[in-house]
Nanobody, 122 residues
Framework: QVQLVESGGGSVQPGGSLRLSCAAP????????LGWFRQAPGKEREGVAA???????YYADSVKGRFTISQDNTTYTVYLQMNSLKPEDTAMYYC????????????????WGQGTQVTVSS
């Protein structure tokens, strides 16, 4: 299992933007599926966005039109651009990778990061 490393979290006012990054330092993991999940206190972990190697993307209804997932295959980095952030987007955000699987099924992912906190508050 490879440890992924997220970065880019922080505090922002409603309507603001953040860009999360996720990489596997020193190791190019074989993965066909990359995803971002989030978990707010007292809530279950939920899938936010996912991207397959063929660039097919999936988004949760709650973030469609506001979040964009992308990947850089030269650096094995996946990004989550988050715009028009809302207080309900506040959560710990995790990236995950897998050789195969369903986009929003956490159990299908093999590699996980430790998470990065996103707080949206005025």
């Amino acid at each position: 299992q490879v440890q992924l490393v997220e970065s880019g979290g922080g505090s922002v006012q409603p309507g603001g933007s953040l860009r999360l990054s996720c990489a596997a330092p020193g190791y190019a993991i074989r993965r066909n599926l990359l995803g971002w999940f989030r978990q707010a206190p007292g809530k279950e972990r939920e899938g936010v966005a996912a991207i397959y190697a063929d660039q097919l993307t999936y988004y949760a209804d709650s973030v469609k039109g506001r979040f964009t997932i992308s990947q850089d295959n030269t650096t094995y980095t996946v990004y989550l651009q988050m715009n028009s952030l809302k207080p309900e987007d506040t959560a710990m955000y995790y990236c995950a990778a897998s050789e195969f699987g369903r986009p929003f099924v956490a159990a299908d992912y093999r590699h996980w990061g430790q998470g990065t906190q996103v707080t949206v508050s005025s």
